[in-house]
């Protein structure tokens, strides 16, 4: 059974960081910032963490060249030496990685084990700063997939498995890809700043229209307990499934219908993804102000991607089965497992509208720019971040992340090239850092970014559990 359990775990696991998953959207920029610059971001990054800093550049019109290319993966729990043990000792002769699990136990987070990942790619964004305001569209598309797994499930099974009372746990996921067109508009607020001590202050807002393309959501509560015994007298187990899964998707008549689909271990997967839904859309707003006290101090606040998806049609699945688990008959958990493939290929076309949010966050923040020369410039950011508003509907917490970090800037002439390094802590995969580097050859910027560059160091020394990396090429003028 444990066995099972392990495989389950690892194709879970390389799911999540295969469709690269995060938090907040980030930037090339913002992974070497650690997303610690994203109250007070300006320009084209501006446009994705706070649309009140368009108007805050200096320079007049900006403009993605061949898009901003990020992937990441994240998990809460298993760091890259974590993994390598796990499989060593499921490779050994003494395949047990009880001793592990209970030692990481202490410090699992409440909520269990979460696997995350997103990829995002944006098509083309521009701003303008015209006479009176700035404007800026961007073109976005991404992917989004997160996995969790209550800590409850683990605790029994790795630590005092006692199924006097059944163990009850929870498990859910989703997956999301879509289209993301945004148009902002920026302005400084002349007639407020001239009432307060600072330089300038400025508002935007964006409008987003969302078009999704797939949506996949899952929820199950699982309780698992002893059962009678097998012929031999040893106790079998028994996983009680209740759940539901829902699939939506735009594709279905125009693409998915024109593919031929193999069947996997008789699930029809043609049936499901042909009939996952007609039409979909959504509109989302960002919020956000600047305040630039003085030549050094800059503090702000913005709320981004607060809105909502839907589909006007889409399959569903309710599952309601018993697993029994009887390590003496493989056969009978086969056939189980054959019964909730069943259960997915029974999903119905449903009248109702799926509603789902896209990933709100909450970014306050400041920077200190203590020095401003003509050939050398240091910035020193810090943010506060609250986004992934999803778990709060099966009472988990949003996750909250602190970044910080340091640019320094070297200026020869029509030459640049920032330096960055930073660091932060998010509540759901610890602490990380982040490196970047920018070479800007008058207005032709390139940026690289990678965020947890420790994560690939096989070290127990090193802890990492995310990993993200990313690209762009712009032109400032």
């Known amino acids: 059974m444990k066995k099972l359990l392990y495989a389950l775990l690892f194709i879970l696991y390389a799911f999540s960081s295969t469709n690269a998953a995060t938090n907040t959207w980030q930037s090339a920029f913002s992974l070497g910032m650690s997303g610690s610059h994203s109250a007070v971001s300006s320009g084209l990054e501006a446009l994705m963490y706070n649309p009140a800093g368009i108007a805050a550049t200096p320079y007049r019109f900006g403009i993605n060249l061949f898009g901003n290319i990020t992937l990441d993966a994240m998990t809460n729990f298993f760091s890259v030496y974590d993994l390598i043990e796990i499989l060593d000792t499921l490779k050994s002769d003494n395949p047990n990685v009880n001793d592990f699990f209970s030692r990481q136990l202490d410090w699992m ?18 701003y303008a700063k015209l006479q009176s305001c700035s404007i800026g569209f961007s073109l976005d598309n991404k992917i989004v997939a997160d996995v969790t797994i209550g800590k409850d499930l683990f605790f029994n099974l790795f630590d005092k498995l006692s199924l006097i009372k059944p163990l ?51 929820y ?20 009680d499934i209740d759940g539901n899964f829902i699939y939506g998707s735009v594709l279905g008549k125009h693409v998915f219908k024109n593919i031929s689909i193999p069947e996997v271990n008789g699930l029809n997967l043609q049936n499901i993804l042909e009939g996952g839904g007609n039409f979909g859309m959504g509109i989302g707003v960002d919020l956000g102000l600047l305040l630039d006290i003085n030549k050094y101090v800059k503090v702000g606040l913005s709320v981004t991607d607060l809105g909502f998806m839907f589909y006007a049609g889409n399959q569903r699945a309710d599952m309601n089965r018993k697993i029994t688990l009887d390590i003496m008959d493989a056969s009978k958990i086969l056939n189980s497992f054959q019964n909730i493939i069943a259960d997915f290929d029974n999903t119905k076309q449903t009248n109702s509208c799926e509603f789902f949010m896209p990933l709100t966050a909450v970014h ?14 240091l910035t020193l950011p810090l943010s506060f971040t609250v986004g992934d508003f999803y778990p709060i509907s099966f009472g988990d917490l949003p996750t909250f992340e602190l970044a910080t970090g340091i640019e320094l800037m070297p200026i020869f002439y029509w030459f640049e090239m ?20 920018g070479f800007h050859f008058g ?35």
């Open 220 to 239: 199950s509560d699982l309780t698992l307990y002893t059962d009678k015994p097998n012929d031999t007298g040893m106790y079998t187990y028994s996983l």
């Open 443 to 477: 207005p032709c910027q390139f940026e690289l970014g990678v965020k947890g560059l420790e994560s690939l160091f096989i070290t127990p020394a090193w802890m990492g559990r995310e990993f993200a990396v990313g690209g762009s090429l712009n032109l400032i003028f």
């Open 364 to 377: 306050f923040g400041f920077s200190v720019s203590p020095l401003n020369r003509r050939d050398v410039t």
């Open 168 to 218: 009850k746990e929870k498990f859910y996921g989703r997956v999301m890809w879509y289209q993301d067109f945004k148009f902002a508009l920026s302005a400084k607020i002349p007639n407020v700043e001239k009432h307060l001590p600072i330089r300038g202050l400025y508002a935007g807002f964006s409008g987003h229209f969302y078009l999704p393309i797939i949506y996949t959501s899952f």
């Open 109 to 126: 987070f409440p909520n269990g084990i979460s696997l995350t990942g997103a990829a995002s790619i944006t098509f083309f964004s521009f």
């Open 418 to 437: 920032p330096l960055r390094l930073s660091a932060g802590f998010s509540s759901s995969g610890g602490f990380y850092t982040g490196l970047g580097i």
